[in-house]
């Protein structure tokens, strides 16, 4: 089945500093990659995702990008505030075109911790 | 528009009983994921219900098992738990519509097996 990693699993920064967080999967059927945010007492909450036939994604501060062929994706945060700080989840899954989004397979999580 | 509602929020047993969790997806939400969020094996995917049938099963034992209604509302259940059953058990819906993957997911359940 599928693997997925996640790396760093601690990030600490300073509000202002741009963060980088990389995952990295193992089935090449995989064509669904969302990010999550996980604040504490609270589910994880989709922040952006991105499709195998996409690159390159953003969303004002946040952006994710693809690489397909090494089977990698990062999450990029630029200009962090305290309110960034959180649990940050990377997924994979087969939903995109048609079939089940249920099934995510997760990587371990980040924490993300940003200094005033 | 009510997000995911899981209950109970806590609840604590102990070794060898069972438990229901149950869980309301976002109205005409008809896909319904469950997850296991433990520290040590992170968030684990269940097994996902659509139109009251199981669309997919992760790597669990059979002692867990669940079930959707015709309302979408989902339960799951676990028999004869064990210590290691104690994790956070998170509901997810979704529309499965589209190109719409986003899962919404609810603050979970909090499972303690003593």
């Known amino acids: 089945g599928e693997n997925v990693e996640q790396h760093p699993s601690t990030l600490s920064v300073q509000e202002g500093d741009s963060a980088v967080i990389k995952c990295t999967y193992s089935?090449?059927?995989?064509?669904?990659f969302p990010w999550y945010k996980q604040e504490l007492g609270k589910g994880p909450q989709l922040i952006i995702d991105i499709r195998s036939n996409v690159g390159e994604k953003k969303d004002q501060r946040i952006a994710v990008t693809l690489n397909k062929t090494a089977k990698h994706f990062s999450l990029h945060i630029t200009e962090t505030q305290p309110e960034d700080s959180a649990v940050y989840f990377c997924a994979a899954s087969k939903g995109a075109g048609g079939t089940s989004y249920g099934k995510l397979t997760f990587g371990q999580g980040t924490i993300l911790t940003v200094h005033p | 528009k009510a997000g995911v509602t899981q209950t109970p929020r806590y609840l604590i047993k102990t070794r060898g009983q069972q438990v229901t969790l149950s869980c309301s997806p976002i109205?005409?939400?008809?896909?319904v994921s469950w997850y296991q969020q433990t520290p040590g094996q992170g968030l684990q995917f269940l097994f996902e219900y659509f139109s009251e049938t199981q669309r997919n099963k992760g790597n669990f034992p059979g002692r867990f098992s669940g079930r959707q209604f015709s309302n979408s509302r989902s339960e799951m259940n676990v028999s004869t738990l064990e210590l290691g059953d104690s994790a956070l058990y998170l509901c997810?819906?979704?529309?499965?519509?589209?190109?719409?993957?986003?899962?919404?997911f609810g603050e979970g359940s909090r499972l303690t097996v003593l």
């Open positions: 109205s005409g939400h008809r896909s």
């Open positions: 089935d090449s059927a995989s064509n669904y």
């Open positions: 997810a819906s979704s529309q499965d519509r589209g190109n719409t993957g986003e899962l919404f």
